[in-house]
């Protein structure tokens, strides 16, 4: 009952920012936390950031952390990611993610995912 779509990847040289969002629709008014996840060929699906939507509340895997910046908006049930510092290791496909107030351990609802790519 919730849709999410990511935009605002791109190819980005080392040292460049780049600025990540997602547009949460349908169901959106019982969205508990929002998060981004990434992955890069050949491994696994990692934690980026999160932040629970009603207090604001962020957390951030250290690989990122100084770096990257997640917010939102409660008004347009929108997720952002500002990436700033970026490395080459951060090339990966970027994927936003959505926990409801019913089930908040888990991640239920997914987007299709934003390809990042920094160049060194």
């Known amino acids: 009952q919730v849709q999410l779509v990511e935009s605002g990847g791109g190819l980005v040289q080392a040292g460049g920012s780049l600025k990540l969002s997602c547009a949460a629709s349908?169901?959106?008014?019982?969205?508990?936390?929002m998060g981004w996840f990434r992955q890069a060929p050949g491994k696994e699906r990692e934690f980026v950031a999160a932040i629970v939507w009603n207090s604001g509340i962020t957390n951030y895997a250290d690989s990122v952390k100084g770096r990257f910046t997640i917010s939102r908006d409660n008004v347009k049930k929108m997720v952002y990611l500002q990436m700033n510092s970026l490395k080459p290791e951060d090339t990966a496909v970027y994927y936003c993610?959505?926990?409801?107030?019913?089930?908040?351990?888990?991640?239920?609802?997914w987007g299709q995912g934003t390809q990042v790519t920094v160049s060194s």
């Open positions: 349908g169901r959106t008014f019982s969205i508990f936390k």
């Open positions: 993610a959505l926990r409801d107030t019913v089930n908040t351990a888990r991640y239920a609802y």
